[in-house]
């Protein structure tokens, strides 16, 4: 099995270095991999954040190991040069539709959340988020007003088709779980919002064991934090699901232990921990590996068909934490290698 391994910008690198080390030591010579530039990395060597090789490289592989993007020498580039905008087209010409990230607190970690520990305990669910509609990719610019005044537009759309097509993957992933599905949006003030919500309950007839509630961002939000534990499966659009799923990890105690893959309709995914490069401890073996290596236990899972090594790695990174493994995240002072060395132990 061939993997494309795209390390990225910042601490990309050396958090990829630890996933790949615990996939070595769980799957040995049953996987390959082939290294590729992108972000701002690719943008310093060749001048695009996604070049043609690391492209073809992508979709020649059964699935992406992917770091981080985001650079801040690039910050004042064109939109279309910017780190950030590799990882859009990753999952515009892989179709890359569905993001799916789970928010499960180790127990070990209840005083790191940023909620009362008897709260935090009860956070177990997965965000699936539509990746390839909403204001990402719609219609965008900058024009002038006819006062004479710069205005900037991004245009929020999806089709019925976008919207079923994710709403299946939120109904599968809850029938897999305690059958508790929540669909998140603003339908009491976007248009856009109010077809999602009539085509999920549209859909929601296919799957009459699976519980359905809708819910707008806004409650979402403060549930989040009031209590989590009543989600299982939040299945939401684009730029409800980025913000949504970035507070579920800090209500799950560190943004450094969260993973995510996005996958497409033949489970072709990308795998990546959901933090970014992190410019500012870039080097210096600050960074929490765990959410990569974790990101790889959902690649061996949903891409590779192997779960039981993902099981594997599951057990030994909460083995690592049960031991007392921590990062300076986590209010430790392990290095990052030292991380990867606690989960190697467990294993």
């Not at 965000?127 to 219609?139: C, K, P, Q, S």
Request: proline residues 5%; contains cysteine; glycine residues 10%.
């Amino acid at each position: 099995m061939r993997i494309a391994v795209l390390p990225g910008d910042g601490i990309g690198p050396e958090v990829v270095a630890e996933a790949r080390r615990v996939l070595d030591a769980v799957c040995g010579d049953a996987l390959s991999y082939e290294t590729g530039l992108v972000g701002g990395a690719a943008y310093h060597a060749v001048g695009h954040p996604l070049p043609p090789e690391t492209l073809a490289l992508a979709a020649r592989a059964d699935a992406v190991l992917f770091g981080a993007v985001g650079d801040p020498r690039c910050d004042a580039l064109e939109r279309a040069l910017r780190p950030e905008q590799a990882i859009l087209g990753l999952r515009k010409a892989l179709g890359l539709f569905a993001n799916l990230r789970p928010a499960r607190l180790f127990p070990e970690l209840a005083d790191a959340s940023a909620l009362r520990p008897e709260v935090a305990r009860a956070i177990d669910m997965v965000i699936v988020r539509e990746l390839n509609g909403d204001v990402y990719f719609g219609e965008k610019g900058m024009r002038t007003t006819v006062t004479g005044r710069r205005e900037g537009y991004d245009i929020m759309s999806y089709d019925e088709d976008q919207v079923a097509r994710i709403a299946h993957v939120g109904f599968r992933t809850a029938r897999g779980r305690k059958g508790r599905l929540c669909s998140v949006d603003k339908a009491n003030v976007l248009e856009t919002s109010q077809l999602w919500r009539d085509v999920v309950t549209e859909i929601s007839a296919e799957y009459p064991d699976v519980t359905l509630e809708h819910m707008y961002v806004d409650n979402a939000a403060m549930q989040l934090v009031r209590a989590p534990g009543r989600f299982d499966v939040i299945v939401t659009g684009n730029l409800f699901g980025d913000i949504l799923s970035d507070q579920a990890s800090m209500c799950a105690g560190s943004i450094g232990m969260l993973p995510s893959a996005s996958i497409n309709a033949e489970a072709k995914g990308l795998y990546e921990p959901i933090h970014g490069s992190a410019p500012d401890i870039a080097g210096q073996g600050k960074a929490n590996p765990l959410a990569t290596i974790l990101s790889a236990a959902m690649m061996l899972r949903h891409s590779l068909h192997r779960p039981a090594d993902a099981d594997r790695i599951e057990a030994a990174v909460a083995a690592a934490l049960a031991g007392g493994a921590r990062s300076p995240d986590l209010g430790g002072m392990m290095t990052t290698q030292a991380m990867g060395d606690a989960v190697l132990a467990s294993l």
